[in-house]
């Protein structure tokens, strides 16, 4: 019953993306033992470009790129190159798969529920890039201009290439170029006094953008038996922007803030068998990542400036063995163990005069390793079923302003099932007890915008969020293309991370991330991809997904349930594309959904509502080696509201001081990019 509300919803929401649903390759395994290959001729009538173009193409597959954590496990996202997750972090896995023309792809899997040799990565679908080796050099050169409505013009430059010779691969590419921050912008705003009278009004003017000047590299080749891809980045990413607020009488506010990063890595992946059955895979990786944060807020008769410098370096290695024990039963484990360094300095002064901040000056390192095992049972037809185990220790050491030293453990079991149960449909079950990572940032001082005088402390004193999450995901594949997945996940968490206040003699003065205690989150996803052939569009196609969200946890100040911050309640998108070969051309409608985010702390809660993206888009094809895209973006002008609810000491007295309303338009904008490729 509640599969059925869940579709009827999706139905009625969504308005989806992508080509006409590609046709599966009949040489390859068939949907009902779980992986479903599409080559290339699949694609034909969309012509891709790259092997992200093709990914996106997936009937019932939606694109995630994977989240930035410490180590390898979890890291990655849900594509794999040649059956490997990649070995890099800060070089995102869809720039990784820009950088495959399409034409070097020999297929596309989509393994759903696990297939033999493959690691999920603790997913239950994932696609799988299949490369052909092609041999000789191919690359492309791109140029794009972004007219942005403000007058501002930002221009881009990206080349890349590859090259095969003697069974080694040699990638390449080079970007350089400027782009916008949409979520600032031109508007009003008011604050209103806990009565309702308007105390301040004004008017905002708004803008920021970035630079993205980075090397990326990587190298495979035979040796000893086997085989070792070695990558590496150089990526230099600065950022400023500019807010001046005008007020309404005379005088003005002025905000100022540039953040520059700076990040290296190299890595490298080494695999090769060990007698007929068991296969090595051995991965290396190293990075540093330096950020400075300057932001400096003027106002009459106020001053506040906030600098933050801070190095991270994490160093890597991880060891995985695999071996079938049978034709339907296989082995996997494995060690990871990891080293990772943190030093932040952060000054905040008001007035000229400095002010201290908890955990402003912190040195932090922490150890860790990992020991896991997982069996994977195939049964019958379409029957999967998969069981494994990780163990996790760590030490955290402090000095500075804050000194400490803990250890930690935790065991983290995962059981899994996929059953193919003919008629295109598969049910999928997992029960896993997941634990987060840490986040750096959550130890140090910093500052969510100087404007506000919102400085938020560091607590390196953390342990880890835990949960254990039951998951139920059903897909039914309909004759013609349509996918419909629909997903339920119910997580029990425990330590809680949000942001908890900071007592001295009894009195709260601060806040920082802290661990509420026990919480929940419940989560509907669907996922709908529909052709519209039938319907009478010749190629074209709906896709789209929806996610709703609940989530609870005790506030530490009031003792009352609320939901837990930075979480959005709602999350959508949808897309229609269709494909016009006679024209050599494909256009469509991208809609991101808006969504809404609120922050709980000391004497203040925060709410972001952002409105719905809107973009339409063609691409035309002069050549076969030549594309031109143009965007038209932010149709329906986005607006970005900042809801600030501010109280006279701490929220739980429920003195209202007074609310800020910011509600900024970034306004239209329109992308122009041409690509020439080689070989």
Request: glycine residues 10%; charged residues 25%.
């Given at each position: 019953?509640?599969?059925?509300?869940?579709?009827?919803?999706?139905?009625?929401?969504?308005?989806?993306?992508?080509?006409?649903?590609?046709?599966?390759?009949?040489?390859?395994?068939?949907?009902?033992?779980?992986?479903?290959?599409?080559?290339?001729?699949?694609?034909?009538?969309?012509?891709?470009?790259?092997?992200?173009?093709?990914?996106?193409?997936?009937?019932?597959?939606?694109?995630?790129?994977?989240?930035?954590?410490?180590?390898?496990?979890?890291?990655?996202?849900?594509?794999?190159?040649?059956?490997?997750?990649?070995?890099?972090?800060?070089?995102?896995?869809?720039?990784?798969?820009?950088?495959?023309?399409?034409?070097?792809?020999?297929?596309?899997?989509?393994?759903?529920?696990?297939?033999?040799?493959?690691?999920?990565?603790?997913?239950?679908v994932i696609a799988n890039v299949v490369r052909a080796r092609t041999g000789g050099a191919q690359g492309a050169v791109m140029s794009s201009v972004h007219f942005i409505n403000d007058g501002r013009v930002l221009t881009s430059l990206r080349a890349e290439g590859q090259a095969e010779w003697a069974g080694r691969r040699f990638e390449g590419s080079l970007v350089?170029?400027?782009?916008?921050?949409d979520t600032l912008g031109d508007g009003p705003r008011i604050r209103f006094g806990p009565n309702g009278e308007v105390l301040i009004e004004s008017v905002v003017d708004g803008d920021a953008g970035g630079l993205r000047a980075w090397t990326t590299g990587a190298m495979e080749s035979p040796l000893a038996g086997g085989r070792l891809r070695v990558n590496g980045a150089y990526m230099r990413t600065p950022a400023s922007g500019e807010i001046t607020d005008r007020l309404t009488g005379g005088g003005k506010e002025y905000e100022y803030y540039t953040n520059v990063r700076l990040q290296r890595e190299l890595g490298g992946r080494y695999s090769r068998s060990l007698g007929a059955r068991t296969t090595l895979e051995?991965?290396?990786?190293?990075?540093?990542?330096?950020?400075?944060?300057?932001?400096?807020?003027?106002?009459?008769?106020?001053?506040?400036?906030?600098?933050?410098?801070?190095?991270?370096?994490?160093?890597?290695?991880?060891?995985?063995?695999?071996?079938?024990?049978?034709?339907?039963?296989?082995?996997?484990?494995?060690?990871?163990?990891?080293?990772?360094?943190?030093?932040?300095?952060?000054?905040?002064?008001?007035?000229?005069?400095?002010?201290?901040?908890?955990?402003?000056?912190?040195?932090?390192?922490?150890?860790?390793?990992?020991?896991?095992?997982?069996?994977?049972?195939?049964?019958g037809p379409g029957l999967t079923l998969e069981g494994g185990i990780r163990h996790e220790t760590s030490s955290i050491a402090s000095t500075g302003d804050v000194t400490l030293e803990k250890s930690l453990a935790f065991t983290?079991?995962?059981?899994?099932?996929?059953?193919?149960?003919?008629?295109?449909?598969?049910?999928?079950?997992?029960?896993?007890?997941?634990?987060?990572?840490?986040?750096?940032?959550?130890?140090?001082a910093s500052?969510?915008?100087?404007?506000?005088?919102?400085?938020?402390?560091?607590?390196?004193?953390?342990?880890?969020?835990?949960?254990?999450?039951?998951?139920?995901?059903?897909?039914?594949?309909?004759?013609?293309?349509?996918?419909?997945?629909?997903?339920?996940r119910a997580s029990d968490l425990t330590d809680v991370i949000d942001r908890a206040p900071i007592f001295v003699r009894g009195v709260a003065v601060a806040d920082a991330p802290g661990n509420l205690g026990d919480g929940i989150r419940r989560e509907a996803i669907i996922n709908l991809t529909l052709p519209l052939d039938r319907l009478g569009v010749r190629g074209g196609q709906l896709r789209g997904q929806g996610t709703w969200r609940r989530t609870e946890v005790d506030d530490p100040l009031t003792g009352q349930p609320r939901e837990?911050?930075?979480?959005?309640?709602?999350?959508?998108?949808?897309?229609?594309?269709?494909?016009?070969?006679?024209?050599?051309?494909?256009?469509?409608?991208?809609?991101?959904?808006?969504?809404?985010?609120?922050?709980?702390?000391?004497?203040?809660?925060?709410?972001?509502?952002?409105?719905?993206?809107?973009?339409?888009?063609?691409?035309?094809?002069?050549?076969?080696?030549v594309i031109l895209r143009l965007e038209l973006q932010n149709l329906g002008e986005r607006n970005v509201q900042r809801i600030r609810e501010i109280y006279v000491g701490p929220r739980s007295d429920g003195r209202l001081a007074y609310v800020d309303v910011r509600d900024l338009e970034y306004g239209r904008a329109v992308f122009v990019r041409l690509r020439k490729t080689f070989g």
């Open positions: 019953m509640i599969l059925t509300i869940l579709a009827a919803g999706a139905a009625s929401l969504v308005v989806a993306q992508a080509e006409p649903a590609p046709a599966p390759d009949p040489e390859r395994p068939p949907a009902e033992q779980g992986v479903i290959s599409y080559p290339p001729s699949a694609f034909a009538e969309a012509a891709p470009d790259t092997a992200y173009d093709m990914v996106l193409r997936l009937p019932g597959f939606a694109f995630d790129k994977g989240a930035v954590v410490r180590g390898l496990a979890g890291s990655g996202g849900n594509v794999l190159i040649d059956g490997q997750p990649p070995v890099s972090k800060n070089d995102a896995l869809d720039e990784l798969l820009k950088r495959i023309p399409a034409s070097a792809v020999a297929r596309i899997e989509l393994i759903r529920g696990g297939a033999p040799g493959v690691d999920m990565q603790g997913r239950s350089y170029g400027k782009g916008p921050d051995a991965v290396a990786f190293q990075q540093w990542n330096d950020v400075e944060t300057r932001a400096d807020f003027e106002a009459p008769g106020l001053r506040r400036d906030f600098d933050l410098d801070k190095a991270v370096t994490e160093t890597v290695g991880r060891v995985t063995l695999r071996r079938p024990l049978s034709p339907t039963l296989s082995l996997e484990f494995g060690g990871e163990g990891a080293l990772n360094r943190l030093e932040s300095h952060t000054a905040f002064t008001l007035n000229g005069r400095a002010v201290p901040i908890p955990a402003a000056q912190v040195q932090v390192e922490e150890t860790r390793s990992e020991a896991f095992g997982t069996v994977t049972w195939r049964g983290k079991p995962r059981l899994s099932l996929a059953w193919s149960a003919g008629g295109g449909r598969q049910l999928r079950l997992r029960l896993e007890r997941e634990v987060g990572q840490l986040n750096f940032d959550d130890f140090v500052s969510s915008a100087v404007s506000t005088g919102a400085v938020l402390a560091g607590n390196p004193d953390l342990r880890p969020q835990q949960a254990w999450v039951s998951e139920a995901a059903f897909e039914q594949r309909f004759e013609g293309g349509t996918v419909l997945v629909a997903t339920l837990i911050s930075g979480l959005r309640p709602v999350e959508w998108e949808a897309h229609f594309t269709q494909d016009l070969p006679a024209l050599r051309t494909n256009w469509g409608v991208d809609v991101l959904g808006g969504y809404r985010e609120r922050y709980f702390r000391l004497s203040e809660v925060e709410t972001r509502k952002v409105g719905t993206w809107v973009v339409v888009f063609a691409e035309y094809k002069p050549r076969r080696d």
